[in-house]
């Protein structure tokens, strides 16, 4: 069993900064890919961020230059740094692990309970 604990989130002034976070644990083998994605009401979830485990990202056109996707295998975290927020980054913001959870078992992909981002004056 594998859980994805997701933080971070709140409520943000435009121009302003957030830093979300999200923990996996439980049976782990091996981390492939991880990744952010958000949904905005009435939209479809799109992805916003992503980083390999040779630590190659890729972002999404409206996030790039303000928003930094790192990671911390030691503690099975991956971050998303925000800067600059626009009122059109209001979503929830959902992460995702691509993972091995046993020696010869597929990779498996797992989705964090979602954290809510509004950023509004």
């Known amino acids: 069993q594998v859980q994805l604990v997701e933080s971070g989130g709140g409520l943000v002034q435009p121009g302003g900064s957030l830093r979300l976070s999200c923990a996996a644990s439980?049976?782990?083998?091996?981390?492939?890919?991880m990744g952010w994605y958000r949904q905005a009401p009435g939209k479809q979830r799109e992805l916003v961020a992503a980083?390999?485990?040779?630590?190659?990202?890729n972002y999404a056109d409206s996030v790039k230059g303000r928003f930094t996707i790192s990671r911390d295998n030691a503690k099975n975290t991956v971050y998303l740094q925000m800067n600059s927020l626009k009122p059109e980054d209001t979503a929830v913001y959902y992460c995702?692990?691509?993972?091995?959870?046993?020696?010869?078992?597929?990779?498996?992909?797992?989705w964090g309970q979602g954290t809510q981002v509004t950023v509004s004056s």
């Open positions: 995702n692990f691509a993972l091995i959870t046993g020696r010869g078992s597929p990779i498996d992909s797992y």
């Open positions: 439980g049976s782990i083998f091996s981390f492939n890919t």
């Open positions: 980083i390999t485990g040779g630590g190659n990202t």
